[in-house]
């Protein structure tokens, strides 16, 4: 998100193309730019909701791994938390003029997976605003929009580019919802604190997918699992960022301004089929780990070399947990 900066999956961004990845791969291929958690050096992803960004800030993310990741997202995303939203937005008084209908933003949207997957599964017309820093992913996530709604209803689209830290209830004016995937988890205490107040005081409820929940499932079991699990759930609480912490800490934010909070798991669970998405994950997840603890290179070599022989295989299983969360505010000017 995250114009918002475009976050994956509690995994910021790597170098570009022009800059390798440095750290462990085990077969020497290049990682996808943006497809693993290592933040450049001296970078803190953000979000921020109003223009004014440095305008030769490189992209974050390839739209290659987001691509990649599309699959598994739409998998794991918490279809439980849609009936209670449904039941808010048809609880809603028709907006004024009826033809836009429910007007959703989406925080750096990326190539638009998010509005792909959720946008058929709402009924009525609906009109998407996507924010992104990146002008082509936003063109990618434009062109690819839906079309239609569960309903058949029309659905349209805009495009946002811009500088997002100060999101205020009056940026939501008119919104219906804020959606986003991957985002608390690179957010800070206070950076979460301002999303939830604008969200509460424009009435907007959010669903927030996709937020890394610090534990990972490998099977067959390796002894260095949980080492390499603990170095990256650090390194992602590098430079005040919340990472694995921040389901909590919006969970205690939406309910302290005043919102009904509900929080369903999201793993995602990647077999032979995800074979090349696991690979890349790895790649990343396993350079965060090294990044974090210089002293776990040598290990992290061999066993990054293991499990990528064993996904090759088709003999490695991966759960990467995730938390989804709905927090619906009191509509503004009524009643919940």
């Given at each position: 998100m ?13 170098p570009?193309p022009s800059?390798p990845?440095?750290g462990p ?21 953000t ?8 305008e030769e ?14 699959v598994a997202?739409a998998a794991?995303?918490?279809q439980d938390l849609l009936?209670?939203l449904?039941i808010r937005?048809?609880d809603?008084?028709?907006r004024?003029?009826?033809?836009e209908g429910?007007?959703v933003?989406?925080?750096?949207c990326g190539?638009g ?7 058929p599964?709402?009924?009525g017309p ?5 924010h992104d820093?990146?002008?082509y992913?936003l ?6 929009s839906?079309?239609a ?10 495009t946002r ?7 205020t209830?009056?940026?939501l ?6 959606t986003?995937?991957?985002l608390?988890?690179?957010?800070t205490r ?9 969200c509460v005081?424009?009435g ?11 534990r990972v ?14 170095a ?7 430079t005040g960022?919340l990472g ?14 005043g919102?009904?909070?509900?929080v369903h798991?999201s ?5 032979p089929?995800s ?5 890349q994950?790895?790649?990343g997840w396993v350079?965060a780990?090294v ?9 992290a070599?061999r066993?990054l070399r ?6 090759e295989a ?9 938390s989804d ?12």
């Amino acid at each position: 998100m995250k114009d918002a900066t475009t976050v994956t999956d509690g995994i910021p961004a790597q170098p570009g193309p022009s800059e390798p990845q440095t750290g462990p791969r085990g077969d020497g291929a290049e990682v996808i730019p943006g497809a693993g958690p290592v933040v450049g050096p001296g970078e803190r992803a953000t979000v921020r909701l109003r223009d004014g960004g440095p305008e030769e800030e490189p992209p974050r993310y390839a739209p290659e791994w987001l691509q990649l990741r599309e699959v598994a997202d739409a998998a794991a995303r918490a279809q439980d938390l849609l009936d209670p939203l449904r039941i808010r937005q048809a609880d809603l008084p028709a907006r004024e003029g009826g033809a836009e209908g429910l007007v959703v933003h989406d925080l750096g949207c990326g190539t638009g997976s998010m509005g792909r997957w959720l946008a058929p599964r709402l009924d009525g017309p609906q009109h998407w605003v996507l924010h992104d820093r990146d002008p082509y992913l936003l063109h990618f996530a434009a062109v690819a929009s839906p079309r239609a709604a569960a309903d058949g209803s029309r659905v349209t689209v805009e495009t946002r580019r811009g500088d997002v830290a100060r999101l205020t209830p009056d940026a939501l004016t008119g919104a219906s919802l804020v959606t986003a995937s991957a985002l608390l988890d690179v957010l800070t205490r206070e950076e979460i604190g301002t999303l939830a107040t604008a969200c509460v005081g424009a009435g907007c409820p959010a669903l927030l997918t996709l937020t890394v929940a610090g534990r990972v499932e490998l099977t067959p079991a390796d002894p260095l699992d949980a080492e390499i699990t603990e170095a990256f759930n650090a390194h992602q609480r590098r430079t005040g960022l919340l990472g694995p912490d921040a389901v909590t800490v919006a969970c205690e934010a939406f309910s302290e301004r005043g919102a009904t909070v509900r929080v369903h798991p999201s793993p995602w669970r990647l077999g032979p089929e995800s074979a090349q998405l696991t690979a890349q994950w790895l790649r990343g997840w396993v350079g965060a780990a090294v990044e974090q603890r210089p002293g776990l290179r040598e290990p992290a070599e061999r066993y990054l070399r293991e499990r990528l022989a064993a996904c090759e295989a088709g003999e490695l299983n991966v759960v990467v947990h995730h938390s989804d969360l709905l927090a619906l505010p009191r509509p503004a000017g009524g009643t919940s």
